[in-house]
């Protein structure tokens, strides 16, 4: 065998159709974690850094101990990953199909298709936003540092992180930051 046994392991317990993959480690956790945060696999892979060793079983009875939420926001994760993944092929497609002169005989011609380039553009742009956003959120997760609150430091609600994977703000912290901007806008 020319691979580590863990990525053996993981790769039978997937094959063999395993979903959910939790792995308690205590020598070398963090560089397993960076490892498996680095490769795309099918289950969902749960990192849980011990001081002591658990002992047999012990990361069976860890991953029965895990919460609700703490599984959820594993799935967030998994789809973040998954929309990572497109966003960068339609990135790779946009850049080997958009045509770096424009060059029409009829004017109308030329400003149409300058336009629908500029607009492209821009897409790719905020898709490039929404990308760095994504990796910071995998971050925080790995971090254990996601679905709390920036601004107040309470637990964003399971919903709103469902909704809307990226957010930093709870929902009252948000509401609140969008009626401080419609006031500084002028729009009471």
Not at 44 to 62: C, Q, R
Not at 80 to 104: G, I
Not at 175 to 185: G, K, L
């Amino acid at each position: 065998m020319n691979k580590p046994l863990l990525d053996w392991v993981i790769e039978n317990l997937e094959r063999n159709g395993v979903k959910e993959i939790v792995v308690a480690a205590n020598y070398m956790a963090d560089a397993l974690k960076d490892h498996y945060k680095k490769k795309h696999t099918n289950a969902t892979i749960i990192f849980s850094k011990e001081n002591t060793p658990l002992g047999t079983a012990g990361p069976i009875k860890k991953a029965e101990s895990m919460s609700q939420r703490e599984k959820l926001i594993q799935d967030i994760k998994q789809s973040l990953f998954a929309q990572r993944e497109t966003l960068l092929k339609e990135a790779e497609e946009t850049l080997t199909t958009l045509p770096s002169e424009l060059n029409f005989p009829d004017m109308g011609d030329q400003a149409t298709a300058e336009t629908d380039r500029n607009f492209m553009l821009r897409l790719r742009d905020r898709e490039r936003l929404l990308l760095k956003k994504i990796e910071e959120t995998i971050e925080r997760i790995d971090g254990e540092e996601y679905g709390i609150c920036q601004e107040c430091g309470n637990e964003i609600g399971i919903k709103r992180l469902q909704a809307r994977p990226v957010t930093t703000l709870c929902i009252d912290c948000k509401t609140r930051q969008e009626e401080e901007e419609r006031i500084s806008e002028g729009g009471a």
